[in-house]
C-alpha cells in the first residue's frame, strides 16, 4: 500500500473519526487507516478521554503501534484536539516503528489555561472538570484521574506547573533536557499544525501553534519563535523549523470546522 496513516481523537468530537477513516480511504486508495481507541470499546474510549493518566494511554497506544505489521515501515499521524499533543508523546517517546508525518488539527501543544467551551457543554461531566481545575489542577490526585489538568498550563503558577504536571511539562521540557525526546522528535519529516482562527474551545488558541500566555500573567501572549522553548531549543523545535520541517496551517471555523475541500487540499497532500 501507498502507505498507513492513524488518527487519535478526543471522545466528543463532532466530526466522527469513522468519517475520517473513510474519506482517506477514498481519497488514497490502498491506505491502511487506524483508528485508536483507548480501551476495549466505545464507551470505554469516551471515558478514558477524560478520566485516563495520559502517560498510560501513550503507552497503551505505543503497544499497539509495535503489534500493528502495517506499520513496521512508518506511518503518518494524524490527532485531532487533545490527540495532537498525544501522538506528539508517542513521536518523542516510541520512534519504533517510526513516524513520518505528524498532523495536528487544533491540537493543544502548550496546553489550555481556561476551558471555554467544554466537549458537551450541557452535562455535568464538564461542570465537574471545571470545578477540579479550578479546585486544585496540580495536586497529585486530579493529575493522575483528569485528563484535561495534564495539559492545563497556568502562566500565573509557573513553577507549580513545571513541578507538578505529569505530561504536558514532562513532553514540552520544562524541568530538565531530555536529549532522546529531542531527537525523536527531529526524527519526523513533517510536523504541521492546524489553527482555527474562531477556535472558541481552545485558550488560548495560539497554543495550537505552539505559542501561549507569557509567563506571569494571562493576556499577552507570545508565539513559539519568542519562547524560551524555541530559543534554547530545548525539543529541536527551532533546528526542525530552520530545516524546513514545521508546517503551520490557519484555517477560518471554529474547533475542528472543516470542509472536506480544506482538508483535501491542505492535508491530504502530507498523507500520499
Known sequence: PPGATLVWDNCCNP???GAVKKMLEEDI??????????????????????????????S??????????????????????????????????CPSPPMKTLISV????????????????????????RKALNNGAYTELIQKHLVQAQ??????????????SLFLA???????????????????????????????????????WFGFLKSGQAKETETLQESVLYKEDRLGLAAMDAAGKLVFLATQGDHLQFTREWFSQNLLPYLR
Not at 495539559?151 to 507538578?164: A, G, I, R, V
Request: hydrophobic share 35%; aromatic share 8%; glycine share 8%.
Open 15 to 17: 466530526l466522527s473519526m
Open 29 to 58: 486508495p490502498g491506505i491502511h487507516v487506524l483508528s485508536l481507541m483507548v480501551g476495549k470499546n466505545m464507551i470505554e474510549d469516551t471515558e478514558n478521554g477524560f478520566f485516563k493518566d495520559v502517560n498510560e494511554q501513550v
Open 60 to 93: 497503551m497506544v505505543c503497544s499497539q503501534l509495535a503489534q500493528d505489521p502495517h506499520l513496521k515501515g512508518g506511518y503518518n499521524a494524524m490527532g485531532f484536539s487533545q490527540g495532537a499533543q498525544f501522538l506528539r508523546a508517542v513521536a518523542q517517546r
Open 106 to 129: 487544533g491540537g493543544q501543544h502548550q496546553g489550555v489555561y481556561g476551558l471555554p467551551r467544554c466537549p458537551g457543554e450541557s452535562s455535568t461531566v464538564c461542570d465537574l472538570i
Open 151 to 164: 495539559y492545563w498550563h497556568d502562566p500565573l503558577n509557573d513553577d507549580l506547573y513545571k513541578k507538578h
Open 170 to 208: 514532562d513532553i514540552n521540557q520544562e524541568r530538565v533536557v531530555n536529549e532522546t525526546y529531542k531527537k525523536n522528535l527531529q526524527l519526523l519529516e513533517k510536523f504541521v499544525m492546524v489553527k482555527f482562527l474562531q477556535d472558541s474551545m481552545v485558550d488560548p488558541v495560539d497554543s495550537e
